[in-house]
């Protein structure tokens, strides 16, 4: 008969129910140390702006210098690091590389508590910061930031994991015109910088909700 449906079908019909469903549930509550915050569901969109990356844990941002980082992993690779598939200090606010096939460079903080010398969220609301600046060179005709977000809370955390950080530079940026994407990281599943040509993993696009 031709009206049954493949097993082909069927699953595209799923996938397109469940990608509505995510589109109306925009809302996600994320209980965080018996906080409840409220963050969209990241809802991509292509874009011709370059990603300018920050890893929000704890309660503060590190903004990622991708030429350092990449040149001081290069000095890596060709030590032999990178053929031990072992992790290596990038010098750069206490992160750790390793090289991926797949993923490029994943980020690996050195400890739950190596975010302490970061700099801390609540200093955008001071008059001037070195994270601000940091965060004011972002040029909205040409990049957006992008943040990989720790759901994991250090002992010494205030407001619990990355989220609050997060939320308050994404605010920031907003009232500068400038777009946001993010994604949820933590241990297991670090952050990572790579080309999209190597995978779908190494997507980094702005986010519909929040950004403009």
Request: hydrophobic share 40%.
């Amino acid at each position: 008969m031709n009206n049954i449906i493949s097993v082909d079908s069927l699953t595209d019909i799923i996938s397109n129910s469940v990608g509505i469903l995510i589109i109306f549930a925009v809302i996600s509550l994320i209980n965080d140390n018996n906080k409840a915050y409220q963050l969209e569901i990241p809802i991509e969109h292509s874009s011709d702006l370059s990603p300018v990356f920050v890893i929000a844990k704890n309660d503060a941002l590190l903004v990622l210098n991708t030429d350092k980082l990449f040149t001081n992993a290069a000095m890596q690779a060709t030590e032999g690091a990178a053929k031990r598939k072992r992790s290596f200090p990038l010098d750069y606010g206490h992160l750790l590389g390793e090289i991926d096939k797949r993923k490029g460079l994943i980020f690996h903080v050195e400890d739950i508590e190596g975010s302490k010398d970061w700099h801390h969220f609540n200093t955008l609301e001071k008059p001037t910061s070195a994270l601000k600046d940091q965060l004011s060179l972002i040029n909205p005709k040409k990049q957006f930031a992008y943040f990989f977000v720790y759901d994991e809370v250090g002992e010494s955390s205030i407001s619990g994991s990355g989220f609050e950080a997060f939320r308050k530079a994404r605010e920031y940026l907003k009232s500068r015109g400038v777009k946001s994407g993010w994604k949820p990281v933590d241990s297991n599943n670090p952050a990572n910088i790579c080309d999209v040509s190597f995978s779908p993993l190494c997507r980094y696009l702005p986010s519909y909700l929040g950004s403009s």
